[in-house]
């Protein structure tokens, strides 16, 4: 949840100035790419947090909340960048020569 409200203010900050130097942009992106590998991951591998218990009567019953507390973690850093991948990849398609991207 952490990494997800820390860009918060990196994307408020460009979309308020509609352009960032092109290192930071580049970061936003490679960052972007990351989460969405790592919530690939998550999707496959949240039910191995599951919790077991036992409620009498029904026997052993399995909890997911774990797996999902992590899994809409990555989501929301993934819909939190997708705003600017969107003008980010606008962007790429004109060319620039300097070291500023106008989003």
Do not use: N
Not at 64 to 83: E, K, M, N, R, S
Request: glycine share 4%.
């Amino acid at each position: 949840w952490l990494e997800a409200a820390a860009f918060c203010p990196q994307i408020w900050m460009v979309s308020r100035a509609g352009r960032c130097r092109s290192l930071t942009a580049h970061f936003v992106a490679l960052s972007f790419a990351s989460r969405c590998i790592v919530a690939l991951f998550w999707l496959e591998a949240y039910p191995q947090l599951k919790i077991m218990s036992h409620v009498y009567g029904e026997g052993l019953v399995y909890d997911f909340t774990p797996g999902y507390a992590v899994l809409a973690a990555y989501l929301l850093q993934v819909l939190v960048i997708a705003d600017f991948m969107f003008a980010y990849l606008r962007s790429t398609r004109r060319p620039q020569m300097d070291s500023v991207m106008e989003l």
